[in-house]
Structures are given as C-alpha cells and as structure tokens.
C-alpha cells in the first residue's frame, strides 16, 4: 500500500512538472481529471433523478424560441427549448419550466437537436404530462428523465478521454 502511494504521488509530481513546462501530457492529464470530475457530477445528478417521483402535471407552454439578440445572419442565431408546466405535489401548486437535467441550445443549422428535444416530451392530446419532482425540493422538476442512453453518453465523457490518454502516454 506504502509503495502505491508513493508510485501516485511520484506520477503526479511529474505531472505537475510536465503541466508547467507546457507539456501535452500534463495538459491531456488535467482534461481526462476534469472530463472525470465532469461526467461523474453528471451521473450522479442522472441517477438521482431517474429515482424521483412523479406526478401528472398540465403542459402550457412547450416549444423551441430564438434564444438571445436576433443575429442579422439567420445561421449565427441560437435556439432553446422553452417550456411552461404546472403541477401539484401534496396539495402545492408549483410550475416549472425544465424539461431535462441538461439545457440544450444549438445554432439555426442544428435547431433540429433542440427539437428532439422538445418532441421527447410524452405529452396527452389534453395537455397533460408526467412531471419527475425533487422529493426534497418539490419546485425543482423535469418533464423528461435520463435514459439509459444519457447514461452511456455521460460514461463515454470520461471513457474515451481516460482510454487515448492511457493509449498515447501510458501503454
């Protein structure tokens, strides 16, 4: 265990080395930790949403807008996903406008994304729709819960990184 220790603290000491001297090592290095630090922030707030309640809430609002100042170029503008709900949860009305723990915006050639989206949303023909609710802070709500497949997307930010680092410094 004592070697171990040493062994790590050794590596990172040339890290920090490589870090300072520009090195692309020490660069990639702090990446992969960041794209680590990243992803599983990302999985852990993944996780405790698709354990959350639900309730079935009303649908106002839910469509994609132009998202900041108007561009005189059409292709520079941005789009977002913009949405009104309401929903009770123990006799509280609360409204919320998320639809997914992850905000997507994207340019006027890739509003399509944002579109996906939007229509992932399971809405009924009579406006009503499944609201997943924080347990410990109603107010905080989404209208879509990560899938299996946010999950593998969340994995591969720190997989893909961690594997080319290990294949061009380590191996």
């Known amino acids: 265990m004592k070697l171990m220790i040493e062994v790590t603290f050794s590596y990172l000491e040339s890290i920090f080395v490589l870090t300072k001297a520009g090195d692309i090592q020490g660069i990639a290095f702090w990446a992969v930790a960041y794209s680590w630090l990243i992803a599983w922030g990302t999985l852990h707030i993944y996780w405790r949403v698709r354990h959350w309640p639900s309730v079935i809430g009303r649908i106002e609002q839910l469509e994609v807008r132009a998202f900041g100042a108007a561009e005189w170029v059409q292709s520079e503008q941005d789009y977002i996903a913009d949405s009104c709900y309401l929903y009770e949860v123990k006799g509280v009305e609360y409204s919320g406008s998320r639809i997914a723990p992850w905000q997507l915006s994207a340019s006027h050639n890739l509003r399509g994304i944002v579109q996906g989206q939007v229509s992932a949303v399971p809405v009924q023909?009579?406006?009503?729709?499944?609201?997943?609710?924080?347990?410990?802070?109603?107010?905080?709500?989404?209208?879509?819960?990560?899938?299996?497949?946010?999950?593998l997307i969340a994995h591969l930010i720190y997989i893909v990184p961690t594997y080319w680092y290990l294949q061009r410094f380590v191996f």
């Open 125 to 151: 023909p009579d406006g009503k729709v499944r609201v997943y609710y924080s347990p410990k802070r109603p107010n905080k709500s989404y209208l879509v819960r990560p899938g299996w497949l946010s999950l």
